[in-house]
């Protein structure tokens, strides 16, 4: 149990729900062991509004864009609460294995299926890291909805979904099969807060 990011958590639990109050339901669907966090992104803060709806008791790991961790204070202070950088936009393998050493030995891991801020659902559609990750640890998905376009003072809903592993035809999923599970675990995001991911044709 990571204490340093108990206590973090535990101070800023009282200022986060001040400045973006939250609706938190379905808590109950954490399952038991390691799992892929899998919420929408649409604001900085969404990091820290899931780890408070989760609470202190249930660590993260977070996998977070290299560029956050080179000024070094803010490195040690993203890695002593359990998060660990990926460079974007290539195969990052020393991340992957740290994520996949996380996820086997019972960790949580935070991660955006979107890979970056979206204004709109569906805007750039999911990517297929959250379900490699998931293919290869034997680990479930948990659809997370995290509230639309956040404001300070007013209310956001935070809604885990029920945890569920993907399945494939072979032993590996292909191109077709990586794409369609990202797109389906973008509808099941969204639909928890009641909206539509965008199709294709639609954006």
Same mark, same amino acid.
């Given at each position: 149990?990571?204490?340093?990011?108990?206590?973090?958590?535990?101070?800023?639990?009282?200022?986060?729900?001040?400045?973006?109050?939250?609706? $938190?339901?379905?808590?109950?669907?954490? @399952?038991?062991?390691? &799992?892929?966090?899998? @919420?929408?992104? =649409?604001?900085?803060?969404?990091?820290?509004?899931?780890?408070?709806?989760?609470?202190?008791?249930? @660590? $993260?790991?977070?996998?977070? !864009?290299?560029?956050?961790?080179?000024? @070094?204070?803010?490195?040690?202070?993203?890695?002593?609460?359990?998060?660990?950088?990926?460079?974007? *936009?290539?195969?990052?393998? *020393?991340? $992957? !294995?740290?994520?996949?050493?996380?996820?086997? =030995?019972? !960790?949580?891991?935070?991660?955006?299926?979107? *890979?970056?801020?979206?204004?709109?659902?569906?805007?750039?559609?999911?990517?297929?890291? &959250? /379900?490699?990750?998931?293919?290869? =640890?034997?680990?479930?998905? /948990?659809?997370?909805?995290?509230?639309?376009?956040? !404001?300070?003072?007013?209310?956001?809903?935070?809604?885990? *979904?029920?945890?569920?592993?993907?399945? $494939?035809?072979?032993?590996?999923?292909?191109?077709?099969?990586?794409?369609?599970?990202?797109?389906?675990?973008?509808?099941?995001?969204?639909?928890?807060?009641?909206?539509?991911?965008?199709?294709?044709?639609?954006?």
């Amino acid at each position: 149990m990571n204490r340093f990011y108990q206590v973090v958590l535990t101070l800023l639990t009282p200022f986060v729900h001040i400045l973006f109050p939250m609706k $938190i339901e379905g808590v109950e669907n954490l @399952p038991e062991g390691g &799992a892929l966090i899998c @919420p929408n992104h =649409s604001h900085a803060a969404d990091p820290v509004l899931v780890a408070v709806a989760m609470g202190p008791r249930v @660590p $993260i790991c977070v996998m977070g !864009k290299a560029q956050l961790f080179r000024f @070094p204070p803010l490195g040690w202070l993203f890695r002593k609460l359990g998060a660990f950088p990926v460079e974007r *936009g290539g195969n990052d393998l *020393g991340a $992957i !294995k740290t994520a996949l050493k996380g996820l086997q =030995s019972g !960790k949580k891991l935070l991660i955006f299926p979107e *890979g970056t801020r979206v204004d709109h659902p569906g805007e750039t559609g999911g990517k297929g890291g &959250a /379900v490699l990750l998931s293919l290869r =640890s034997g680990t479930p998905l /948990v659809p997370v909805y995290c509230g639309g376009r956040k !404001k300070f003072l007013h209310r956001n809903k935070v809604i885990f *979904g029920k945890p569920y592993l993907p399945t $494939i035809a072979g032993r590996r999923p292909t191109p077709e099969e990586n794409q369609a599970i990202a797109a389906e675990l973008m509808e099941r995001i969204y639909a928890l807060g009641g909206e539509r991911a965008l199709g294709e044709g639609q954006r």
